[in-house]
């Protein structure tokens, strides 16, 4: 292990791509930044609702505002010094290359099983060597034990893989944090993994 | 043909099958999936033309809503 000094200084080389400013990206985004990342690269096209309160990390305040200008506040009074590229768009099969090439990780943090599908099968075949970090499965509460990690090559994914949102199992915050800090996690091993092989 | 399906060893009687084949033979009903066979992406719209063999990895991933 490092100290937090070397961790620090290994990842504010470091950039991260993070698809999504919902519960999993916002929160992730956070993490990383505590953390010391250098360089964020976030695409989101929504706005903050008084339902995303729950789980992800926005304030009363800024219901209304863009996820990607409410979040860029936020990560910012954690550390004024990290680099911030906020994109307010749509991810899409033809812009993904354009955001996130440049970047050392990728993290995907949609909500729907559909946008998850089509940003791991775009990154997977335009990226094959960049390591991504997807989730699966948040939803609820309890049943800790149930969540882990599938991987192949340098793609990760965390999660209960069965639990889906819906009206009666809706996403709280404890869980899905759980799963944005595996997510942040599994970001900072890779990239120190990666500073070893230099 | 022996394979790894999701890291554990799965015996089928056929020389070798579709990754469809394997989808229905277990039983993955979920409608979003992602498919690694041997740590190399399969998209969706080649399920049901990418043979898998003996001694193949594969990974089938159920992505559910959520984050």
Not at chain 1, 96 to 120: T, Y
Not at chain 2, 21 to 37: E, G, H, N, P, T
Not at chain 2, 46 to 56: A, S
């Amino acid at each position: 292990m490092s100290t937090f000094n070397q961790i620090k200084t290994i990842l504010s080389n470091k950039r991260v791509g993070i698809a999504g400013a919902g519960g999993l990206g916002s929160n992730c985004a956070a993490f990383l930044v505590r953390s010391g990342i250098g360089k964020l690269i976030i695409a989101d096209f929504d706005q903050v609702s008084e339902f995303n309160l729950n789980r992800q990390f926005y304030f009363k305040h800024q219901i209304g505002m863009d996820k990607v200008e409410a979040l860029r506040d936020n990560l910012l009074m954690i550390n004024p010094d990290v680099v911030l590229q906020m994109h307010k768009t749509k991810v899409n099969k033809e812009n993904i290359p354009l955001l996130f090439q440049v970047c050392d990780v990728i993290v995907e943090a949609f909500d729907h099983a559909s946008e998850k599908q089509m940003f791991i099968e775009s990154v997977l075949s335009r990226f094959p060597d960049k390591p991504l970090v997807a989730a699966s499965g948040m939803a609820g509460y309890g049943n800790f034990s149930d969540i882990g990690w599938m991987e192949s090559g340098n793609f990760f994914v965390c999660g209960d893989f069965s639990r889906a949102i819906s009206d009666e199992v809706p996403p709280l915050a404890p869980r899905v944090n759980i799963i944005a800090a595996m997510q942040a996690d599994k970001v900072i091993e890779l990239l120190m993994q990666s500073n070893e092989k230099v | 043909m022996k394979i790894t399906l999701n890291n554990r060893v799965e015996s089928f009687d056929k020389e070798q099958m579709t990754v469809a084949q394997i989808m229905d033979a277990k039983s993955f009903r979920f409608r979003m999936l992602v498919v690694r066979l041997n740590d190399n992406i399969v998209k969706k719209d080649k399920y049901g033309e990418t043979m898998v063999k003996d001694g193949d990895d594969l990974k089938i991933i159920h992505l559910v809503s959520g984050g």
